[in-house]
């Protein structure tokens, strides 16, 4: 399918790098018609995405509200959103061309539990893309784990939200609307492809996103200044995978 204007709902410079490597790896594979199932869509907007592209995309999540948000901002007759766990919606039987699970398995207490689920909604040879933070990467080791520390203290917390709220962080993200984005699990390299194995999974692709620019107080600057944002792209791929905010990675099943 031929598009001429491919629109981009995210603003971030790594969240669309994410996009795009979601929509390259199906386009290398899965025909423009191929039924693709996103799970943990939030918002949707990966699931609006894929639309532009011909594909017949459903998109799930177990919150309503960021359900009925996907609803109300989509215009793609090819896509639709289900509030729905993949559990029940395995057992309706339905299998995929594809599966994207992008920034859900760090949210999750068992994500081995998920990853069986969508082993069983994925085609024998389908795709299964996966994308989360780096565990041990410079947002999740200097913000995301500070930050869950620091909740502990109601004083410092307090603090804390008032400087974010008079520098502008409004706490929200575009990519969903559920009340609990908590990261429970921190992955690195090794853990993802322990995890990939233990489910019967191969991962036969890694790539990189981002370096610093979401890291206070790198992200006051970046946030404001998209050549920032991209530049630092750029130097994530020369800096070894330690390095980088997160990993997109590209999964298949084994060979039985």
């Known amino acids: 399918m031929t598009q001429t204007a491919i629109t981009y709902e995210y603003d971030r410079i790594a969240d669309i790098k994410r996009l795009n490597f979601i929509t390259d790896s199906l386009q290398k594979e899965i025909p423009a018609n191929g039924r693709v199932l996103d799970v943990g869509c939030g918002n949707g907007v990966i699931s ?3 639309g532009q592209f011909g594909y017949d995309v459903l998109g799930i999540d177990i919150s309503d509200k960021t359900i009925d948000v996907a609803r109300s901002r989509n215009k793609y007759p090819n896509v639709r959103f289900e509030a729905i766990s993949a559990e029940a919606l395995t057992a309706q039987g339905e299998r995929y061309d594809a599966v994207i699970c992008s920034e859900v398995l760090e ?3 068992h994500p081995g539990g998920l990853l069986k689920t969508i082993y069983a909604s994925l085609k024998d040879d389908g795709l299964l893309v996966v994308t989360v933070p780096n565990g041990k990467g410079p ?3 200097f913000v995301t784990k500070p930050m869950l520390k620091a909740r502990n203290n109601p004083r410092v917390w307090k603090f804390i939200n008032k400087i974010k709220n008079a520098l502008g962080f409004k706490g ?15 992955f690195t390299k090794s853990d993802l ?13 890694f790539a990189k ?7 206070f107080p790198f992200s006051l600057f970046s946030k404001r200044i998209k050549f920032l944002q991209t530049l630092d792209c750029q130097v994530a791929e020369i800096l070894p995978y330690s390095f ?3 990993f997109n990675t590209l999964w298949k099943k084994k060979a039985e």
């Open 139 to 141: 947002r999740e080791m």
């Open 172 to 186: 929200t993200t575009a990519q969903s609307q559920a009340d609990n984005l908590d990261h429970v699990q921190f």
């Open 193 to 205: 492809l322990q995890l990939a194995g233990n489910n019967n999974f191969k991962i036969i692709r």
């Open 107 to 109: 949210h999750l207490d």
């Open 244 to 246: 980088t905010g997160g």
């Open 209 to 215: 996103t981002n370096f610093i620019e979401d890291v």
């Open 48 to 50: 609006r995405h894929l």
